[in-house]
Each structure stands twice: as structure tokens, then as C-alpha cells.
């Protein structure tokens, strides 16, 4: 009922930038909180940053300072912008977001396809 096309990722060196988006479109009434999340090979999935349709928004620390997410609710998107890159920040991003439906006005969570993001040393 609600799809997701994430883009944005690739291979940088360190230091460089990336600019991740998720597009929601189907059944959406309206979109509560948008967030990026990211596993790295043998490691827990874990939060990178998330928004409430607000603006209200919170960090990992160790991405603090250097990554920014933002939406756009005309759009249903999500950014991440994420500066001076590390290879430690090497990782799939997924998007994820709590989707009131228009079908019975229920909220739902909903998870991108996954984007591979590769930082070089």
C-alpha cells in the first residue's frame, strides 16, 4: 500500500559527501516520523537520524555534526545529507517511515529497499 524508492548511494572517499532520498507514494493519508537507519556487514541494524513531520529531529552521536536529515511532506521525501564521510560510516541505509493510511487511517511502518553507501580510506 506504500512504496518506497530510496537513491543516493555509492562510493566516496572519506571526507567526501552523499546525499540519500526516500520517496514515499500509495495509500498515505499523511507520514508521522521519517528516519534513516543503516547496518554495516555484522552489525546490528541502528538509527541514524530521524524527523517527526514537525521538524523535530535526532542524531546518533557518532553522526552528529557531520550528517542532516530533512523532509519534504509535499513530496513525501526524506533526506540525508551526509558530510565529511568516514570509512566507518560505510553501511546499507534503509529508510524507514510511520505512514498514517488512507484506508482506515492506521499507522504503519514501512522500510526502503536499502541503499549501499561505501566510503574508501
Known amino acids: 500500500q506504500v512504496q518506497l524508492v530510496e537513491s543516493g548511494g555509492g562510493l566516496v572517499q572519506a571526507g567526501g559527501s552523499l546525499r540519500l532520498s526516500c520517496a514515499a507514494s500509495?495509500?498515505?493519508?499523511?507520514?508521522?516520523?521519517m528516519g534513516w537507519y543503516r547496518q554495516a556487514p555484522g552489525k546490528q541494524r541502528e538509527l541514524v537520524a530521524r524527523?517527526?513531520?514537525?521538524?523535530?529531529?535526532n542524531y546518533t552521536d557518532s553522526v552528529k555534526g557531520r550528517f542532516t536529515i530533512s523532509r519534504d511532506n509535499a513530496k513525501n521525501t526524506v533526506y540525508l545529507q551526509m558530510n565529511s564521510l568516514k570509512p566507518e560510516d560505510t553501511a546499507v541505509y534503509y529508510c524507514?517511515?510511520?505512514?498514517?493510511?488512507?484506508?482506515?487511517?492506521?499507522?504503519?511502518?514501512?522500510w526502503g529497499q536499502g541503499t549501499q553507501v561505501i566510503v574508501s580510506s
Open positions: 524507514n517511515v510511520l505512514v498514517v493510511l488512507t484506508t482506515n487511517l492506521y499507522a504503519y511502518q514501512y
Open positions: 524527523i517527526t513531520r514537525s521538524g523535530s529531529t
Open positions: 500509495g495509500n498515505i493519508f499523511t507520514i508521522n516520523t
